[in-house]
């Protein structure tokens, strides 16, 4: 995207107003498959930090599986270098609230590349991991060791979504994460137009994570999928 300042022109899809400052980081998101289960409030509660709020849909928590590639990353005002601008992610979260800002938790961030671990540590401050990460167009397979996680995807055709619900409004239309590190929580806002959904069909051939006390099942309770997202971040901000 040439401008990336034209998303910031479209913002019907906020529940709050943007960040006064300018934005400090653009990226792309392609080729994303949600996979998402509704989970008991008490599976997760204690393990989401002091100061922000599970957020429930129809009083019951969500885990989403998120698993994408980022294309373009890149500082304001610097061009994207491909080596480090172009990674494979996984993450792992659920949904939360503050001062009525709806966002999202992570339990786990994953990333195939070793800079990219080191550098969204050190300029972003967000814990990524390295995994192994492998993706065709009929397969997403993603491994790490040391966390015990693992994930293999079938991908198979991609069809229109018949129906935007509130549902996937609710769990797509977020644009702050949250963040504990250090004793402290951060907030990490985030903007971009509203998501195209697309419904997929996907096979679980294996799945091992765990959010909280809720361990993953192979028969998700929605998925979703999206070819492209342009997206825009600021700096983290204590809260």
């Not at 922000?52 to 849909?57: M, Q």
Request: aromatic share 14%; glycine share 2%.
């Amino acid at each position: 995207m040439k401008n990336p300042d034209k998303i910031l022109t479209n913002i019907h899809n906020r529940q709050y107003p943007l960040p006064k400052k300018k934005w400090k980081y653009f990226q792309q998101w392609h080729k994303t498959i949600f996979l998402h289960w509704e989970v008991p409030v008490y599976f997760l509660e204690e393990y989401i930090p002091e100061g922000i709020e599970l957020d429930t849909y129809q009083n019951m928590a969500w885990v989403s599986l998120v698993a994408f590639e980022v294309k373009n990353m890149r500082l304001r005002n610097l061009p994207p270098f491909p080596f480090i601008s172009n990674f494979k992610e996984v993450n792992l979260r659920t949904y939360v609230i503050k001062d009525d800002k709806p966002g999202i938790y992570m339990f786990s961030i994953e990333t195939d590349k070793l800079a990219e671990v080191l550098l969204t540590r050190i300029f972003i401050g967000l814990p990524y991991q390295k995994s192994k990460i492998k993706r065709t167009s009929s397969r997403f397979v993603s491994h790490n060791k040391t966390l015990k996680q693992s994930l293999d995807l079938t991908i198979g055709k991609i069809r229109p979504q018949k129906e935007k619900t509130t549902l996937d409004f609710w769990l797509t239309e977020r644009h702050a994460l949250y963040d504990y590190m250090s004793n402290k929580l951060f907030r990490f806002d985030i903007h971009h137009t509203q998501w195209d959904l697309q419904e997929l069909d996907v096979t679980v051939n294996n799945i091992c994570y765990k959010a909280g006390k809720y361990s993953a099942s192979i028969l998700p309770d929605k998925v979703q999928y999206a070819e492209k997202l342009d997206v825009v971040l600021w700096g983290k901000v204590a809260i």
